[in-house]
């Protein structure tokens, strides 16, 4: 008897359970009125007298044991059922997901920043504009073509309100109400009625640059516009400038750069020319001064205008316009972390 006492005080130490069935499963083996335990305690009886006080004492030591194993496993697997399953309140805590600058921003910060360090300041101005600023002032005819309806979103109750299709309106806004020297940045949204495709959007952003004070000179403009192609693109970069038309510049450029792709050797992106376009700009033209109040005898500006989506292409080989609109974080996430 007392080896059997001693073989179920080893069992009663290794019992483990993981539901609260097995746990009574284990009461009953053990416990029950026919429990293994319990017959121990019926053959008692049997014992010689001489050996009674050595077993009682043994079979109470079992009897405790296998109670309190039995309480212990109970309150185990209690504390364990208020927990989730599969929560591991033991593993650290989740890293906290940092966000990433979208790459327009990414890149419009960057242009922002270069012309900072050449002295010119943020500007704003609204996207509902009226015809007079995006257009009128910026000495467009009454017939271009940029303001048929093709091109513009109009309001439909008042045809002079419209969504501005460059932020060349913010120039007319700032020059109606400051003096020169006038050193400003525009960037901003613009709208155009476009078919949606890879290639165009219905809204997109510019960055508009605006110089004016005496003695400005086209050599000023092209020498801000090489030190920002430079810095935007990298020191080898070199630019050319080719006659142009713009309503409000005269004369007006357009500025490519040699290819960042192949270096100015040629490849399809920039169609084996060696170049790509980039912006375009001119001289104010003296009826836009005239036009916003400012002296075109005593002044004179240079203007530049450029589509931070080309400019993010460019940089980053982003090959379809839709995607900076669609928010894909597959997309966003591959661009400069916020923090
Ligand atoms: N506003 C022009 C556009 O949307 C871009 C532009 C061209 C702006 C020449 C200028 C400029 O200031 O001088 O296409």
């Known amino acids: 008897m007392i080896n059997k006492i001693k073989s179920l005080l080893d069992q009663i130490d290794g019992l483990s359970a993981s539901s609260a069935d097995e746990i009574e499963a284990l009461r009953i083996k053990y416990l029950s009125k026919k429990g293994e335990i319990s017959l121990l305690m019926a053959d008692f009886r049997n014992v010689a007298s001489e050996e009674k006080k050595a077993v009682g004492q043994l079979l109470n030591e079992l009897k405790e044991k296998t109670l309190n194993k039995i309480n212990d496993l109970k309150e185990q697997y209690a504390q364990q059922d208020t927990i989730a399953p599969g929560i591991d309140l033991t593993r650290t805590s989740y890293p906290e997901e940092v966000g990433t600058r979208h790459p327009l921003s990414v890149v419009k910060n960057e242009i922002v920043e ?131 038309y713009f309503p409000f510049t005269e004369p007006s450029a357009e500025m490519d750069i040699s290819c960042n792709i192949c270096g100015g050797k040629g490849c399809p992106f920039c169609k084996y020319t060696g170049w790509v376009e980039i912006l375009g700009c001119g001289m104010v033209d003296p009826n836009v001064l005239e036009a916003c109040g400012i002296d075109s005898k005593v002044y004179s500006g240079y203007a530049l205008g450029m589509g931070v989506e080309r400019i993010t292409n460019l940089k980053y080989r982003v090959k379809d316009l839709r995607m900076f609109s669609e928010n894909d974080k597959r997309f966003l996430d591959q661009f400069e972390s916020a923090h």
Not at 160 to 166: E, F, G, M
Not at 234 to 241: F, N, V
């Open 114 to 244: 270069i012309f900072g360090r050449l002295g010119f300041s943020i500007a704003e101005g609204p996207e509902v504009e009226d015809d007079w600023h995006v257009f009128g002032a910026l000495n467009f005819a009454e017939d271009h073509p940029a303001r048929d309806m093709q091109d513009t979103f109009f309001i439909q109750s008042n045809p002079d309100i419209i969504l501005r299709t460059h932020t060349s309106s913010v120039q007319t806004r700032v020059m109606e109400n400051s003096k020169p020297p006038i050193r400003i940045i525009c960037p901003g949204r613009v709208y155009r009625n476009e078919a949606i495709s890879y290639r165009a959007h219905c809204f997109f952003h510019q960055v508009e640059g605006l110089y004016i004070d005496k003695n400005v000179s086209f050599a000023d403009l092209k020498q801000a516009l090489l030190f920002f192609a430079k810095e935007m693109f990298g020191a080898d970069t070199k630019i050319r400038l080719r006659p142009s």
